[in-house]
């Protein structure tokens, strides 16, 4: 039950990073810089990924959060294989937006 909670207030906070000005300028500027295109294939890039997850502890880290050195440009499927390459089984149905949030594939922001 422990661990639930602190995923619950991670999650919270992630949220609220995710939705911060500094994260956003940061997103912008390194996707920029890359010149939005995925660091791994040269596909288009599509999220901007933390080499270092993201975690309770070093959320409030400007040098774990919003340093380029620890940023990377990818497209879905190498953000993708990035989070799911240790999974026994991968679902296709689902997938993270560009917030981090998980989300039904094919499904709109507008819930269609």
């Not at 502890?57 to 990377?72: C, F, K, M, R």
């Not at 990818?74 to 991968?90: G, I, T």
């Amino acid at each position: 039950m422990k661990v639930v909670i602190r995923l619950l207030e991670h999650t919270s906070e992630a949220k609220r990073f995710y939705k911060s000005a500094a994260w956003r300028k940061c997103r912008e500027s390194y996707f920029t810089s890359q010149h939005g295109l995925c660091e791994r294939c040269s596909q288009p890039g599509l999220i901007v990924h933390h080499k270092v997850y993201i975690d309770a502890q070093n959320i409030n880290d400007p040098a774990v959060t919003l340093n380029h050195d620890n940023l990377e440009l990818l497209c879905q499927s190498c953000h993708n294989q990035e989070h799911f390459k240790q999974a026994e089984a991968v679902r296709d149905d689902v997938m993270f937006d560009e917030n981090g949030d998980l989300i039904m594939r094919g499904v709109g922001t507008d819930g269609t």
